[in-house]
């Protein structure tokens, strides 16, 4: 890899939130499980070092790493052998699953064993000022914060996505915790999350684009699917159901009853609007597009020329090419609002959400009120009204309306810095 300077930050996140501390200091580095064209061009260009774990030779042996990992494979073994654990209409299933159980634990082990000490290597050679993370769910990600933390380097925690559910935000072993504003920092107090280690900072991630960009996305969007430029766009955003909360089965049926509704409303407004076009957003981790499609096969056929279902597309293209939105319980609700896009919150059960999320919304228990309502809101005068209550939404959910939220950021890495100095 070369000669690699010493003592800057580390970022290990989504690209989108690191991008914007690109243009703000060089010298840093980002850091991926596997190598990106795309984050090399983007990082090297602002003088970013694009860094792997693979780089980094490890001073521990395999046989050391095999012995360690056998030894804690032992230790589980020994523990269920001794201990019901597994058990299923008081039949003890662990000799059923012990072996394969074993292996997957050994591998696992092994792996991450591999990985912290790639870490502790890269750690000790970079000696970065700080670790700046964009969540603590993933193995990576988890093991590289625990890791800096055994070394004594400051770790920081990005706010991922909307906390809606404790799943991503609780626990944290981040040494701070940067969230948007007031209603995250409560809700992460309510699950537990010390309040020493919780700073405001704003969303870095969702800064507004340049009206230029804004104007060139929608170009590209609408040439591409081949809207006419005097049509409009409707973006609805769905979501997934994660949840440390609901058994998986019920948050199934749940999403599915959601989704369902919502798709009904949006075809409806555009079946109310020859003009309209609609673009139905999956979640990267979503698994229901064909279910969707076949709904809309079955109960709109007519529709099908002005419905796109889209996956893999960057979600803040389509938010700038939309004339509205209509988004769940999801971080693109929170998007659109920063793009001042007239967006209406879709819920069910009288606002499952209400303690976080606006209490302005669409109520998905009658699909036939809500696109009565939806029409009302896309008239002028319904815009104008919507746009003037959401900036207090905005005011509300972000830490000075979101436009420091960098510098904050780079405001508190310094002082971290100075403490650790």
């Not at 003592?7 to 991008?19: E, K």
């Not at 537990?192 to 960009?213: E, F, H, N, W, Y």
């Not at 319904?382 to 780079?410: C, M, P, W, Y």
């Amino acid at each position: 890899m070369g000669q690699v300077k010493t003592g800057g930050l580390l970022f290990s996140s989504q690209l989108r939130f690191a991008r914007p501390f690109f243009k703000k200091q060089s010298g840093e580095y980002y850091l991926r499980d596997i190598f990106s064209i795309r984050a090399w061009r983007q990082a090297s260009r602002f003088g970013y070092v694009h860094v792997l774990p693979k780089y980094y030779a490890v001073s521990c042996s395999k046989s050391d790493r095999s012995f360690q990992a056998d030894r804690m494979v032992s230790q589980i073994s020994r523990y269920f052998d001794q201990n019901n654990f597994f058990t299923y209409q008081q039949i003890n299933v662990w000799p059923l699953i012990r072996k394969d159980f074993l292996q997957m634990a050994r591998r696992c082990l092994a792996e991450g064993l591999l990985l912290i000490d790639r870490f502790a290597e890269m750690l000790q050679c970079l000696a970065p000022k700080a670790v700046v993370v964009d969540e603590e769910v993933t193995p990576f990600n988890k093991t590289l914060v625990q890791t800096a933390n055994s070394l004594g380097v400051p770790t920081l925690c990005f706010e991922h996505g909307a906390p809606v559910e404790s799943v991503g935000s609780v626990p944290s072993s981040a040494t701070v915790v940067l969230v948007w504003g007031d209603p995250s920092r409560e809700q992460l107090r309510s699950w537990g999350v010390p309040d020493k280690k919780i700073r405001l900072t704003g969303a870095p991630q969702l800064m507004m684009p340049s009206p230029i960009d804004v104007a060139e996305h929608r170009k590209s969007v609408f040439s591409k699917f081949d809207i006419k430029t005097n049509e409009r766009l409707l973006l609805l955003a769905t979501y997934t159901m994660e949840t440390n909360e609901v058994p998986t089965f019920l948050r199934t049926t749940a999403w599915i009853e959601a989704q369902s509704a919502a798709l009904l409303v949006a075809c409806g407004l555009i079946q109310a609007n020859p003009d309209m076009h609609l673009f139905v957003k999956f979640h990267y981790a979503d698994q229901h597009a064909e279910f969707s499609s076949n709904l809309i096969a079955k109960r709109f056929p007519e529709l099908r020329s002005r419905i796109h279902l889209i996956s893999h597309y960057d979600s803040g293209i389509l938010l700038d090419a939309a004339d509205f939105v209509m988004a769940g319980a999801t971080t693109m609700y929170f998007e659109a609002l920063l793009r001042r896009k007239p967006v209406f919150l879709l819920d069910q059960g009288k606002n499952r959400y209400a303690s976080f999320f606006s209490q302005d919304f669409i109520d998905l228990d009658d699909p036939s009120k809500c696109i009565a309502d939806l029409q009302a809101h896309l008239t002028p005068e319904g815009i104008a009204a919507t746009l003037d209550r959401q900036r207090h939404e905005i005011s509300r959910h972000f830490f000075n309306e979101n436009k420091v939220a960098v510098d904050t950021v780079l405001r508190i890495l310094r002082d971290i810095s100075d403490m650790t100095a």
